[in-house]
């Protein structure tokens, strides 16, 4: 399938497995991503190779960036209409607390639109989403 297909084939059966394996870093890393109605709940289980502290044992802290900023950008891919991935302006990232060896989940939120910008909140937890791991903000160009 062409990168059109697939991303046609996810928006229309929710599936998002063939996209996220088609992306190498999120098939790398283990990335998942579940659909509940309009919201995405995106998953990163439980790896031993995410691994940056394997004393505590905690995720390596670009895992989480790259976890988050990659859950950004596919949730306003599938947001939008377009069918190219929108390209990163900006990204910043808080780490709260240290995000131990376990399934950790993000939620984004679109939180400003333009016609070529788009600005994205990320927060990334674990056990509790009262108690987020890393909380995160992302600014998008998008693509015609």
Known sequence: MTEPEILRYTRETGDFSRMLQSIPYAAFIGLECDQFGDDLIFRL????????NPILP???GGVIGGFM???????????QESMRMPR???F????????LN???Y???QLTRQGNRVANVMISAWQKSRSQ????????FLLED
Do not use: F
């Open 45 to 52: 289980p439980k790896k031993e190779q995410n691994l940056g």
């Open 58 to 60: 905690a995720i390596h």
């Open 69 to 79: 900023e990659m859950s950004a950008a596919l949730y306003l891919m599938m947001s």
């Open 88 to 90: 990163i302006v900006d």
């Open 92 to 99: 910043s990232l808080d780490y709260l607390r240290a995000g």
């Open 102 to 104: 376990r399934e950790t």
């Open 106 to 108: 993000a939620e984004c």
């Open 132 to 139: 987020p791991i890393a909380t995160a903000r992302a600014h």
